[in-house]
């Protein structure tokens, strides 16, 4: 597991019933989880209030809390499931669908506007290229890939959360990686690991 994150002493005083530390820690975290949800789901508002419940949650139940966690991937964890489960209750009661549940996974990879506003246009053809070859994995390498260099989670961290073996997450990246690196020059693989 990676060291505890800074966010320790405000969990800590969270968990010991400080109205104030509530508010910093959804004032230091919400952005990371919107943007770890907008990944998952393209609707706002369903992210927005998986966001709102998960918080909700925390306050209900902070007596119950370990205190000793890696704030960060404890949060995006328990907001997976939960966006998990919001998007499996709204794909039951779409009534547009057949599919009684749709699957639930990460999107397509993009990098972001003010990626595209640095980069000079050679590095945006490498970083369009880049991101059609990475949209091209199996989604769960997508997603691996994703938690591993854009959300710096290791891999006991991210076989708990895709509830997988942590050898299987080393193959499932080391997969990955190979693949791109058989299709890409290095440049590419660099640039990816530094933008990610």
Request: net charge negative; glycine share 4%.
């Amino acid at each position: 597991m990676t060291d505890i994150d800074p966010g320790n002493d405000l969990w800590e005083r969270f968990i010991s019933g400080s109205s104030s530390a509530f508010s910093e820690l959804y004032d230091a975290y919400t952005d990371v989880l919107y943007k770890f949800g907008m990944r998952y789901s393209a609707d706002s508002d369903l992210v927005k209030d998986c966001i709102h419940d998960l918080f909700i949650d925390l306050h209900s139940y902070r007596g119950s809390l370990a205190k000793e966690v890696n704030v960060k991937f404890y949060l995006l964890k328990s907001f997976r499931r939960k966006l998990h489960a919001a998007h499996r209750k709204s794909s039951l009661l779409n009534f547009n669908s057949w599919q009684a549940e749709e699957t639930f996974g990460i999107n397509a990879f993009a990098f972001s506007a003010e990626h595209e506003i640095i980069v000079d246009e050679k590095q945006r053809e490498m970083l369009d290229h880049l991101a059609l070859e990475i949209n091209q994995l199996p989604e769960r390498q997508r997603e691996i890939l994703y938690l591993r260099f854009n959300q710096d989670l290791d891999y006991e961290e991210i076989a708990s959360m895709m509830q997988i073996s942590v050898p299987t997450c080393r193959t499932f990246i080391y997969r990955a990686l190979k693949q791109l690196r058989g299709k890409l020059e290095f440049s590419s693989i660099a640039l990816f690991l530094y933008w990610v």
